[in-house]
């Protein structure tokens, strides 16, 4: 393990540093010697999708394109250690919960399905029939289908998707929350209640053409790297890179493609933000409509002057509606409201307003530093708004690109993965399958821990994912888990979700993506979609981990078996037995799937039509919506500095580069100057001395929650970083604990995880209880 530093760093983002990182994970994963052949696999026409992020493929039919964090991922999944029965015969359960994250992932991949034995608090091996009897018959015996939760991770494949929801469904709930309620949600309300369609509009081609580019809280670098390599090729044609993060991130600013071997060889690197604004934490509604009353002010100029009109008055008359009211609403906000909430100031807003203005064509860009807050639905739509303006959709080198996280989250939903189907959808369902779907809709993420803490949910099913740790309010979530009857998760990889578990437990280990996936008529690939809506294949080629894993298609087929019996009439197993016959009843629900096993079979795949991106307004009005929306002024973080004396900071907390969520690779976050150390909390200078403390001094942090309870995450390293004041950012999910279950986005019902209100005080030992309740949740590391 390294050693605990903090020393900025001031190379480029990519570069040596990037291929160093890569050599260090693969020896450290042992990960055998045909890696290098694993990881040249990825993203190839006959090989498998990355398991990293959700960023398409510049050609899925060439190249190999070099990524550190998707080299990670895979090396991660290829790794040669096992969590086999023996460290569970070694350890109890209670004991594995003393261990960090880290320590549990590291364990490696998972070989036999588990289940809890509550006499000797371990997990022991049973076979995979009994563990199907057993769990079938628990959730046949239910009351209510609705008493289950059935969760999603957006790593699973389309045909493992399809499949879920199509037996969850034939169960009989809609039950489905997601790793989405947590991440892209709110893009999809917003922008399918304004523009009629939930996905973003753009394609990889669109940032050859694109004479500017907008990027909101999205930090590339780490977490969509390959990303880089279109911005760096953008920037180098002269394109504008605008970025607005409160943090300064390395990959926004300089990177040295590692594929680039004059760069490399001269240790040279490329600027990639053109501009680069430090606004507030949440300041970005404040900040687009700024943006918006600058455009708006130079149109009215221009109009003046008879110059060149900076709005585009043709498609705003032909394609919108409500752009009167949302002028007139940009025109009365007052620049004093909108610098004091984004921070930032007139004249930087208006360099802003002045390239969005003068762009021919324009990309947005965003991530979870706009989903994660309060206002994150009223934010986005701020930024289609701008969009709207000036016609940049549905033209080349224009649109909106929500950019998602896991590599087939957009994916999962497309399938109907969504506890909130559309009736067309269902309606669809019982039509071809003949069952009589479950109209009412289910809980999603943050209803699904109510619904255990209140005790209307029993049994939890998790494909994927980390449930117990990357939800909210980590005490409350686990208090939540621990009162389900039944709880169990498919999984590659040990994690605290298998620890924190109900009165009966399982682990079922399934095959990885980088693993040939056997079936009855022989080697099967499955399908996925990027955030470009481009569906392709993807076929592992590495063994699997151990000949005892199961697919996660035929995890669900069998579970299926198991729960509906005879009720079912679909031939469950005979459909894992190849997936073409999974594929051709996708194409019988999806229209825009139509000849599926054909058309994905083209090199690169296809694409999915987006009538957004046609100009063709799906929503009720028939428009797309202009959105008038208010600077917010009485967020939770505004109330608190009101009611509080001592000084109230805004945290947003974040991944670091060596993460995959709630995968914890490694202990540094380069980038970030951060080495040997993840409980750290960036603060700025002025911050730290105002509190009379220095760099280095550890702290506890305390968010200031509207419903009365007290929650506490103790000792982070104090970081002096380059952020606003008043503002702080430290990693999840070692801050979940902090984010309060009740506060989360308007209408999407995302956790607040960017913007939660703290006080920080000088870190005190916790009591035993507390120190005992901080282990339970993974906040004291003992590795
Ligand atoms: N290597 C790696 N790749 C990943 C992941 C991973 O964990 N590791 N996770 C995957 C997943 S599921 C997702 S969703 C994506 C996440 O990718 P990102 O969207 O990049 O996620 P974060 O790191 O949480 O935060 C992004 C940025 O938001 C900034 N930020 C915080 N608050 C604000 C704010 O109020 N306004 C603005 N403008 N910026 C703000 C932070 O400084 C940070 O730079 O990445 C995916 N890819
Ligand atoms: N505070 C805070 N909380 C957050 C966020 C934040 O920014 N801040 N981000 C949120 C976001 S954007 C997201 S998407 C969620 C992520 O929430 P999840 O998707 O639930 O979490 P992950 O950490 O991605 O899941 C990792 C686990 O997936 C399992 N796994 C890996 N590969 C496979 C596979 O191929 N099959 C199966 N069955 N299992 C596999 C492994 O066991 C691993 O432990 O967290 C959210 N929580
Ligand atoms: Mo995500």
Redesign the pocket.
Known sequence: MSKKTIRPYDGPAGGWGALRSVARHLLEQQVPVHGARTLLAANQPDGFDC?GCAWPDRDHTSTFEFCENGAKAVAA?ATRHRATPDLFARHTVAELAQYSDHWL?NQGRLTHPMRWDSASDKYLPIGWDEAFARIGAQLAALDSPDRALFYT????SNEAAFLYQLFVREFGTNNFPD?SN??HEPSGTAMKAQLGVGKGTVQLRDFELADAIFIFGQNPGTNHPRMLGELRRAAQRGAAIVSFNPLRERGLERFADPQDKREMLHNGSTRISSDYFQLRIGGDLAAAKGIAKRVLELDAQAQRDGGERRIDPDFIAEHTQGFEAFAADVAAESWETICAESGLSRAELERAGDIYAGAGSAIFCWG?GIT?HKHSVATIQMLCNLLLMRGNLGRPGAGACPVR??SN?QGDRTMGIYEKPSSAFLDRLQQVFGFEPPRAPGHDTVGAIQAMLDGRCTAFFG?????A????DTEATHRALRRCELTVH????L?RSHLVHGRDAYILP?L??TEIDLQDNGPQAVTVEDSMSMVHLSAGINAPADPMLLS?PAIVARLAEATLGARSKLPWRWLVGDYDRIRDLIAQVFDEFGDFNRRVRVPGGFHLPNAAAERRWLNPEAKALFKAHAVPTDLPVHRARAAQAQPVFNLA???SHDQ????IYGLNDRYRGVFGERRVVFIHRDDIAMLGLQAGDWVDLESLGEDGVQRIARRFLLVEYDIPRGCLAAY??E??AL?PLSSFADEART?T??SIPVVVHPHRRATDAGLQSARDIGHVRVD
Not at 153 to 156: D, L, T
Not at 490 to 493: G, H
Not at 660 to 663: A, E, H, I, S
């Open positions: 398991p999944e992932e991770s957006g790593r699973c790793c947590m991440c979870m994660q996280g896991h989250v494909l994927g994912g980390n449930f740790t990357a939800t909210p498919v999984t590659t990889k994690n399934c990885g993506r996660e907390t974040t991944r995959y969520n709630t995968t999840y999910p801050t979940n984010v956790p995880s960017k």
